[in-house]
C-alpha cells in the first residue's frame, strides 16, 4: 500500500509563488513517475507536470516556464515549485505516483487559491 500527502497550497495573490510538497510512504519500487494533476471547479482534472526516478520531466504547455517540478529520491518527495501565479491555476493540486507496473497512487490534494 502507498500514502502521498501534499502539503503546501494556500492563498497567494497574482504573481506569487508557493510550493507544494508530496510525501510518499509504503511499498515504493524504485522505478516510477511522480507528478502533479490539477482540477479546477467545473473542470477536468489536468497534467501539470511528471517527473521520472531518473530526472526526465514533463510539463503542460499552460505552466512551462513558471513551475518547476523536482524530487528527492532518497525522500520520495516530489515538489512543485509555482511562480508567477495567475488566477487560472486557481485549483486543487493532486500528487500522483505511478509504478512501471501501470499501478498508480493519488494524494488527497491541496487547495492552491490565486485571488487578489
Known amino acids: 500500500q502507498v500514502q502521498l500527502v501534499e502539503s503546501g497550497g494556500g492563498l497567494v495573490q497574482p504573481g506569487g509563488s508557493l510550493r507544494l510538497s508530496c510525501e510518499a510512504s509504503g511499498s515504493i519500487f524504485s522505478i516510477n513517475i511522480m507528478g502533479w494533476y490539477r482540477q479546477a471547479p467545473g473542470k477536468q482534472r489536468e497534467l501539470v507536470a511528471t517527473?521520472?526516478?531518473?530526472?526526465?520531466?514533463n510539463y503542460a504547455d499552460s505552466v512551462k516556464g513558471r513551475f518547476t517540478i523536482s524530487r528527492d529520491n532518497a525522500k520520495n518527495t516530489v515538489y512543485l515549485q509555482m511562480n508567477s501565479l495567475k488566477p487560472v491555476d486557481t485549483a486543487v493540486y493532486y500528487c500522483?505516483?505511478?509504478?512501471?507496473?501501470?499501478?498508480?497512487?493519488w494524494g488527497k490534494g491541496t487547495l492552491v487559491t490565486v485571488s487578489s
Open positions: 500522483n505516483l505511478r509504478f512501471a507496473s501501470g499501478m498508480d497512487y
Open positions: 517527473i521520472t526516478n531518473g530526472g526526465s520531466t
